[in-house]
């Protein structure tokens, strides 16, 4: 994802601090650092500053001054500030931006500095999203995990209820094979069981791709394929059945992105919408009075298991004070503070101590059910994989909107992925 960056070779050096002097300061005055964050929700800014207001009551010699940042262009910022040796020391990204960063020196590899008690609260799966070859023939971490999204299922109570469905849960998912029945079931008239807003397709397929052991990539002498085999096939093949063989989903839908079918889910067009964890907080700010809606958990084929990429905190390469950037870190994502993060921005929290808060496990707009599908997100393969991005804007995403379009078949539709993209990752296995 916008990958742009410069020398490894002045990265041991600035790590150890031995560069240039840090800004001038008086002797005994503050270290002062920079954090730039990507907060944008109103609750998620104030619940960043909240935390560095407190950090810095607190720490009177390490002074955090928060800047805030843009997802809209945040790599491409990033870049000019590296370039120009003046980053944020504290860097806000997700992981998939952080592969490009470091194979450049940009980044510091945290791997052997992150405090234990920190690097225990975060389970390995959510560390695998942030480790990447370091240059060297091994294997760096180039930042702190902290939020992460699952794909639930939200549903309109009131028609399950009418239709005498069982309500999965965290311990007994439905089957992708149950939700097909259910979604049939909940088809009448012009309403439809569910629908699959398919605007961009490539991620979602891929990440529920794994429920059946799908990876889309095999890597092998270094050097990385495309492939569509059984278990691509499946997700494919599933979601491509309810539009056209079942008819539960809307077709209307498909170009429609995550939020656009939710004005139609409270009129009760569609019953159900697969969506990411974060969608709940527009559910509960916009349903009409009286409208009951729950959230469901993670399908279930092979595994439940998702790919997932995370938020992140890194700390740049040319900073001159890592120390005591790691040291606010690790303040600002300890449990307690995670749970503050998360609910700000309605993700789950990398944190096992966290997930286990009572204000995670809450009933309350679905928090126990979107917490729970922790434990089904792994790295997402795509994360590794060079070139990703030029395959999902000029190969995947057309071909999977023309697949679900029925335009191709999925036969066609895997040789384009597998053919054109193979293409597209050759010259980045060069």
């Known amino acids: 994802?916008?990958?742009?960056v410069a020398l490894a070779a002045g990265l041991l050096v600035l790590a150890a601090g031995c560069a240039s002097e840090p800004p001038a300061a008086a002797p005994d005055g503050p270290v002062k650092i920079k954090f730039q964050s990507l907060a944008w929700q109103k609750e998620s800014i104030a619940a960043n500053k909240e935390l560095v207001d407190e950090w810095n009551k607190?720490?009177?010699?390490?002074?955090?001054?928060?800047?805030?940042?843009?997802?809209?262009?945040?790599?491409?910022?990033?870049?000019?500030?590296?370039?120009?040796?003046?980053?944020?020391?504290v860097i806000h990204d997700d992981s998939p931006a952080l592969s490009g960063f470091a194979s450049r020196g940009y980044l510091l590899d945290l791997k052997d500095k992150v405090p234990a008690e920190l690097k225990s609260d975060i389970p390995?799966?959510?560390?695998?999203?942030?480790?990447?070859?370091?240059?060297?023939?091994?294997?760096?971490?180039?930042?702190?995990?902290?939020?992460?999204?699952?794909?639930?299922?939200?549903?309109?109570?009131?028609?399950?209820?009418k239709a005498g469905v069982r309500l999965p849960t965290p311990d007994s998912p439905w089957t992708w094979d149950e939700f097909a029945e259910v979604s049939k079931k909940l088809t009448k008239g012009d309403s439809y069981g569910v629908a699959w807003p398919m605007k961009s397709p490539v991620n979602k397929?891929?990440?529920?791709?794994?429920?059946?052991?799908?990876?889309?990539?095999?890597?092998d002498g270094g050097k990385t394929t495309v492939k569509v085999e059984a278990g691509e096939r499946e997700v494919l093949q599933r979601i491509h059945d309810q539009l056209y063989k079942d008819k539960s989903a809307d077709p209307a839908a498909l170009g429609m992105g995550a939020a656009d079918p939710l004005p139609g889910f409270y009129a009760g067009k569609y019953a159900m919408l697969p969506v990411g964890v974060y969608l709940r907080q527009q559910v509960v700010e916009q349903a009409p009075d009286g409208f009951e809606w729950i959230t469901l958990p993670p399908l279930k084929g092979a595994t439940a298991e998702q790919g997932a990429v995370s938020q992140t905190l890194s700390v740049a390469a040319d900073s001159k004070y890592p120390e005591q950037s790691l040291k606010f870190m690790s303040f600002f994502l300890n449990g307690?503070?995670?749970?503050?993060?998360?609910?700000?921005?309605?993700?789950?929290?990398?944190?096992?101590k966290a997930a286990g808060d009572p204000a995670m496990t809450t009933e309350e707009n679905g928090w126990n059910v979107a917490t729970?599908?922790?434990?089904?997100?792994?790295?997402?393969?795509?994360?590794?994989?060079?070139?990703?991005?030029?395959w999902k804007s000029k190969?995947?995403?057309?071909?999977?909107?023309?697949?679900?379009?029925?335009?191709i078949t999925l036969d066609d539709a895997a040789k384009k992925l597998v053919d054109e993209g193979n293409k597209v990752l050759e010259r980045y296995n060069q």
């Open 124 to 161: 390995q799966a959510a560390w695998d999203t942030v480790t990447f070859a370091d240059g060297k023939g091994g294997q760096g971490v180039y930042g702190v995990p902290f939020l992460q999204e699952s794909q639930v299922i939200i549903g309109n109570k009131k028609l399950l209820d």
């Open 336 to 352: 307690s503070n995670q749970v503050k993060l998360a609910k700000g921005d309605w993700l789950l929290p990398t944190s096992v």
């Open 205 to 219: 397929v891929l990440n529920l791709g794994l429920n059946f052991g799908g990876t889309f990539f095999r890597t």
């Open 395 to 407: 190969v995947a995403t057309p071909t999977l909107q023309q697949f679900f379009a029925n335009k």
């Open 58 to 89: 607190a720490n009177p010699k390490i002074q955090v001054e928060y800047v805030q940042g843009s997802w809209d262009n945040v790599n491409d910022q990033l870049v000019t500030s590296f370039e120009a040796g003046d980053p944020p020391d």
């Open 1 to 4: 994802m916008r990958k742009k």
């Open 372 to 390: 729970a599908s922790v434990k089904n997100l792994v790295v997402a393969p795509f994360l590794k994989v060079n070139g990703f991005d030029e």
